[in-house]
């Protein structure tokens, strides 16, 4: 993996670890009233013992535990996927004015097709699927269903769409999602005429697996209701094949791993403290070089084996000073701004 797509995928770590450990539960002191989960815990007291030593801190601890996972599924994941992919996230919306059209002979084959998985007439066949919704049609009268791409990607004669999903969808979602990815592949393929569309569901990681990185699609579709009724194996992308495929490359699982932890260790906030003090730059800059390349922030360590031009530069003009003086971080989020103005005193 490149460089610069390392930094800013551990840029990325790092936010979500800011983020994530302003929120989290020291005590229990602030706990919101929970009568009834305590009391329903209550029965469970012998299986806790020795493993929660505080009910209401178990608590605080399992919503914050819920809000990470939502970190993951709502940004983290997708914010990966977009650095390695060099995609985006795309709506296409009536509010967003790019709502797209599809044909009553595609809201027909559609629906057929679902109600032939449902009922089991048919197991899911892509290639099948695909001839009955791509259907060449002047009379597109009809508004498609509004949706969004997690991961878009318009190639010259491709559009490679992915819906991310968590590992663990809820009962009857798999239709849904099913319906909604063969209406969005039928409205694009209106509104790209000329290429090939491809839409797939992805799950960063296989959680019935033993390893890390492992995966075993089959067993994972069976994992989840009706997963293998609606879904093809050829239209699903599960951990590091979801991972390969938006790079291009391999290992790339293990690669995010690896960022993840070098920078998710037991003294996190103090090296994140001791990056955003400026004074360290200059009184412990082996350390803090370092801790640099540790956490994968290349362009700052180009700053700092260039801060003898750099500083020379500084005296030109007051403001050039005070950038100089920033932080390397701001709000959690590496400081390009300050990077892109000092860079540029680099001869």
Known sequence: MIPSKKEKIAIEVIKTLITRFETFPIDASNNRNAPFHEAFLNAFADKLEGKVPDIPFFISLSSWLHGLNTTLGQS?????????????????????????????????AIANIVTDLKNGVFAPDLNRENELIFLTSTSTNLDANSFTADVFIEEEAKIIAIELKTVKPNAGEMRGEKQKILEAKAALFNRFRSKEIEYYIGFPFDPTSDTPTGSDKCRFLRSIIDGDKYF??????????????????????????????????????????????????????????????????????????????????????????????????KNGDYNFERYNFLVGLIK
Not at 82 to 107: P, W
Not at 251 to 270: S, V
Not at 285 to 291: E, H, N, P, V
């Open 232 to 329: 093809a194996l050829d239209e699903v992308l599960l951990a590091s094949e979801l991972w390969d495929f938006l790079s291009g490359d391999k290992n790339t699982m293990e690669y995010i791993l690896d960022i993840l932890n070098k920078i998710a260790t037991k003294g996190f906030m103090e090296k994140f403290k001791y990056l955003g003090d400026n004074t360290n730059r200059k009184n412990n800059t082996k350390i803090y070089k370092t801790l640099l390349n540790d956490w994968f922030l290349f362009s700052e360590i180009e700053l700092l084996n260039n801060d003898s031009e750099i500083t020379k530069n500084l005296y030109k003009e007051t403001r050039a000073r005070r950038i100089y003086n920033q932080s390397i971080f």
């Open 76 to 108: 983290f994941f997708e914010n990966v996927s977009h650095i390695l992919s060099g995609g985006e996230k795309k709506e296409f919306t009536s509010n967003r004015g790019t709502l797209l059209r599809v044909s009553q002979e595609q809201k027909n």
